[in-house]
């Protein structure tokens, strides 16, 4: 608590707009790049009031990926929603709160799918289970592990030439941050980064 305070006093309100890495007790701010957009980049942008919005406007029978599934609850809405071909459900639960507990329950909860084949599951980060897919192979995909700029700038990278060329990188948690749990996002950053390197 003291070295939380000691953040704010030194930082004042600027704390919040700083990226604040969580180590140990203590908040560590790095620097993460930041891209302007130019009016290009958003010629085409609509607001949506829900992720479940986003997918009735998404392909409907594509080849999907989830990155970063969870217990699956999201992954239950594009099933039913965007009714994919074949759904690739990513994710390492490799922490304490995304645990193997939480994998045995995707994979007994989609475990028609996997057995039928239009539900794969994909063990592993994001950015390494990457290479298991030949290029231009997904039709949209939709990001949402760490929420950290390193992490979402390298699974940009890393799935951009596995999108079909008329396909979308979609993902959650366009935001700062979770105040609630101090943690800054990069998501913002790494998107306007990625638009702007690749229009
Ligand atoms: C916010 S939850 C996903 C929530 C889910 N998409 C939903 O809406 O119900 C984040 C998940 O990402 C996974 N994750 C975090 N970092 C990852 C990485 N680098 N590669 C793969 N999975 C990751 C975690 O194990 C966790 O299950």
């Known amino acids: ?10 930082f004042g309100y600027k704390t919040l707009f700083l990226p604040v890495v969580k180590k140990g007790n203590s908040f560590i701010s790095s620097k993460i790049p930041k891209t302007e957009l ?6 085409n942008a609509k607001l949506l009031t829900t992720r479940e919005e986003l997918l009735s406007l998404l392909p409907i029978g594509g ?17 039913n929603i965007t009714k994919p071909q074949k759904l690739h459900l990513i994710d390492s639960w490799g922490s304490k709160r995304y645990n193997q507990k939480k994998r045995t329950s995707v994979e007994n909860r989609f475990s028609e799918g996997v057995k039928e084949k239009s539900i794969e599951i994909n063990i592993g980060l994001s950015t390494e289970v990457v290479t298991n897919f030949k290029d231009n192979y997904f039709d949209w ?6 929420h950290s700029y390193k992490t979402t700038i390298e699974e940009l990278e890393a799935y951009r030439t596995k999108i079909k060329p008329n396909g979308y990188i979609t993902g959650h948690d366009f935001i700062l941050g979770n105040w609630d749990g101090l ?5 913002i950053e790494a998107v306007y980064e990625f638009c ?4």
């Open 1 to 10: 608590m003291k070295k939380i305070l000691l953040e704010f006093l030194k």
């Open 38 to 43: 130019s009016k290009i980049h958003v010629n």
């Open 63 to 79: 080849v999907v990926a989830e990155l970063g599934v969870d217990q699956g609850d999201f992954s239950e809405s594009i099933l």
């Open 141 to 146: 995909i939709y990001i949402d592990t760490t």
């Open 183 to 187: 943690i800054r996002y990069g998501v």
């Open 196 to 199: 702007v390197k690749y229009d």
